[in-house]
């Protein structure tokens, strides 16, 4: 089956700036997953999609960060705007129920 | 305060040595641990799961409670391992959100 697909791999943009990444999961996947590295840091957990609705959006660091899932398919996060400090490796997941969280490439973000 | 801590952010080693990625965690109650592995530019994938003992690529990992680690190895590695590896564990509370340690690049030269 098709894995979890994030575009772009790679965004560069200026502080102040928009970015908006975008998540495929997998085909019939409920769950969608946002998760975050920071440079040598550990791997974050940002929000929790079921379906179209927030189950958990503790993890986001602000309000410059908005995610979204409209129809349950796809999902958009959107950082607005950018600071230095927001630069990393964005990862989206999926599952399916409970079961084992699926992972994307992530999209590297660099915010100068 | 749940955490997981892989200690090496790099380990370097020669094609057919012995590998041990560290991890150790801290859990109320009986955790289950996950190994994720990133390739370059490839998806981070699920490399093996502890409740299902099985040898994922030649890795294996066991879980010891009494040391509260969950170390990943390998006794040959081969170049093709090189990659980021990750331990991670799923949070007590927040619907299946994992906990991840920062990550051990693994270095294999021929």
Known sequence: ?112 | AQRVTQPEKLLSVFKGAPVELKCNYSYSGSPELFWYVQYSRQRLQLLLRHISRESIKGFTADLNKGETSFHLKKPFAQEEDSAMYYCALPALSGYNKLIFGAGTRLAVHP
């Open chain 1, 1 to 112: 089956e098709a894995g979890v697909t994030q575009f772009p791999s790679h965004s560069v943009i200026e502080k102040g700036q928009t970015v908006t990444l975008r998540c495929d999961p997998i085909s019939g996947h409920d769950n969608l997953y946002w998760y975050r590295r920071v440079m040598g840091k550990e791997i974050k957990f940002l929000l929790h999609f079921v379906k179209e609705s927030k189950q958990d959006e503790s993890g986001m660091p602000n309000n410059r960060f908005l995610a979204e899932r409209t129809g349950g398919t796809y999902s958009t996060l959107k950082v607005q705007p950018a600071e230095l400090e927001d630069s990393g490796v964005y990862f989206c997941a999926s599952s399916r129920g409970s079961n084992i969280q699926y992972f994307g490439a992530g999209t590297r973000l660099s915010v100068l």
